[in-house]
């Protein structure tokens, strides 16, 4: 879904998450055979930004982390994309939302958006890297463990000596 004339300042995605959350919560409410949460519903949620004008976060922000407080950051655009799971809860996330007020004299504008298959495709490609990458690190690390505990096995065993009868250790 593309969403036009949310507010410039002081909306980040944790708010723009925090709206859609309500309406699928809206949406459960009203279908109770959906079963999924509402988070798991969202799928991504992105705020387009404004290259050229930065705006400074204000530090009352609970919802943004502690360490980008005070900080400036580029200033949004007025225009979101959501992606959900399910396309009945989208479309009535987008009833619901159009035309609501989040800034003054203005109706947010909801409608679908056309999905480029090549950007779908390189996004999955991304994360399947990302993917691969998680999944060779922890096999790395796991290997890393075994070869360490291995490494002290050998060496305890050095360091050990075995006495047999009459014998003495030498």
Known sequence: ?????????????????????????AYKAKNPNVKVSSKHMITQVKIMRDAEKTVQVNTENTDLKSENLGKAFKQASGLAFVELQDEEAALYAVRHLNNMHLT?????????????????FHRQLKLDKLKKQSLDKKQALKKDARLKSRAAARSEAQHDTVVLGNEKPG
């Open 104 to 120: 003054p004299n203005k109706g947010l504008i909801v409608d679908f958006c056309l999905q480029d298959a090549r950007k779908l």
């Open 1 to 25: 879904m593309q969403l036009r004339n949310l507010p410039k300042k002081d909306f980040y995605e944790p708010e723009l998450k925090q709206l859609m959350m309500t309406v699928m919560d």
